[in-house]
């Protein structure tokens, strides 16, 4: 039995990264709007009024949700692979991965808050 493993090479290994990274835009509306507000949100981490550290935190936290759609991508086109019909497991795998997004988002709003009120606080 031949695994589905290919032999490491850095250069192909990215070409890999890539074109997951292509199939996730095409086929994920909800990585789409992860993509969105990293790019709107981003912006207003580095017009806003504050230093470049706060700035920099604020964009940097923007990547968690993107990362968490990535993982919830990943957890459901595993679960459709291995089965089309509804089964309790396959739904909790998805709901899991669901989960994951949220809380990353919850984690990225309350990062915002958090260095925002640090940073007019000592303006």
Do not use: C
């Not at 992860?34 to 806003?48: D, K, R």
Request: glycine share 4%.
């Amino acid at each position: 039995m031949k695994l589905n493993k290919p032999k490491h090479n850095l250069y192909r290994n990215g070409m890999y990264a890539v074109e997951g990274f292509i199939d996730i835009v095409k086929n994920e509306t909800s990585f789409k709007w992860q993509l969105f507000m990293l790019f709107v949100m981003g912006i207003a981490a580095w017009i806003l009024p504050i230093n470049f550290v706060h700035s920099s935190i604020l964009f940097i936290s923007l990547f968690i949700p993107v990362l968490a759609e990535v993982a919830n991508s990943a957890v459901e086109r595993v679960v459709d692979l291995v089965t089309n019909e509804y089964h309790i497991l396959a739904k909790q795998a998805k709901d899991a991965g669901a989960t994951l997004v949220l809380l990353s988002l919850l984690v990225t709003l309350m990062i915002w808050i958090f260095t925002l009120a640090d940073a007019f606080r000592e303006n």
